[in-house]
């Protein structure tokens, strides 16, 4: 026994400092990755914001063929199929007019859905770990592999489709000509035109809509309530899409059951670096300890 013991001791001798020197290369890849990153989002967003929307939606499908996710990968299809044909409809040069109010529908209807997909997800998972999933006679792991997997399927899905949105949103304000990145617009806003679907405003803002009602900025431009809020929550935009003054978020979500979506977008804007980047950067230290030879 003891001349086993010895043996293990041998064999593993000198990995403590192995295995400090890989904490070490880990930390400082992370640190230097933030800030490189970090700087190419700010002094290149639109090329920062592509690379990282591809990466979103290529990184999960190889782990998903490698682990033969079939389930995810038929999601994946049906909506990477429906996305595709409303980003050509949004990048089409003269826009439909019916292109914008296709192209919020459709994302806001992912957003409502991966919403609702991951507030279930998590309350299954609070649910097991209460124990509370053995009053239906429901295994602790299976209720948690169900809770863990509705959580991912919302957060994953919700992150894809805010980018996906962000960049559709760009194209179109950019197309109508009442919104520019950079500069002026190229078309001058009348007070019956909502900037962010170019359409006519029928109903006056003081008054009750049957469809739907008319929403007036601090600034005191006018659009469409659903176009307004499509802008904000689902295309990320903070700014008025004529005149880029800043938008009060909580001003126009009066409402506290309306204020959990906007938080709930910042979470998934904050989780896209660990879906998008980390496994780039684990592997990326994964491939510097190997030709340093640590194991």
């Known amino acids: 026994m003891r001349v086993e013991h010895a043996r293990m001791h041998a064999k593993h001798r000198g990995h403590e400092a192995m295995h400090a020197e890989m904490v070490l290369i880990l930390i400082a890849t992370l ?23 591809f990466q979103m939606w290529v990184v999960p499908l190889y782990f998903t063929v490698k682990l033969h996710w079939w389930r995810f990968l038929v999601i994946w299809i049906l909506f990477s199929a429906v996305t595709a044909f409303v980003t050509f409809r949004a990048t089409r040069k003269p826009l439909v007019q019916t292109t914008p109010r296709l192209v919020y529908k459709w994302f806001l209807l992912i957003y409502k859905i ?47 489709e805010r980018d996906f949105a962000e960049m559709c949103a760009d194209y179109m304000a ?15 806003l009348s007070d019956s035109v909502c900037a962010v679907c170019g359409q006519q405003i029928f109903v006056d803002v003081s008054e009750e809509g049957i469809i739907e009602n008319t929403y007036r900025l601090s600034c005191n431009h006018v ?12 295309g990320k935009k903070q700014t008025c899409p004529y005149c880029k003054e800043k938008v009060d978020l909580k001003r ?13 977008g910042q979470l998934l804007d904050w989780l896209r670096y660990l879906v998008a980047w980390q496994p780039v950067i684990i592997g990326l ?11």
């Open 252 to 264: 126009m979500f009066s409402n506290p059951w309306e204020r959990p979506h906007v938080m709930y």
């Open 114 to 160: 991966s919403y609702a997909t991951g507030i279930v997800g998590y309350m299954a998972v609070m649910f097991t770990l209460f124990g509370l999933n053995l009053l239906f006679k429901i295994k602790p792991e299976d209720a948690m592999d169900f809770g863990i997997s509705l959580l991912f399927y919302g957060l994953y899905y919700g992150v894809l």
């Open 31 to 53: 640190v230097v990755a933030q800030l490189l990153l970090v700087q190419w989002k700010q002094r290149h967003p639109r090329s920062y914001n592509m690379v990282t929307l």
């Open 223 to 234: 659009f469409h309530e659903f176009c307004i809020r499509g802008w904000c929550i689902v």
């Open 174 to 188: 950019s197309t109508i000509g009442f919104y520019s990145k950079s500069g002026m617009p190229t078309k001058h």
């Open 285 to 295: 230290v994964q491939g510097i300890n190997y030709i340093l030879g640590l194991e």
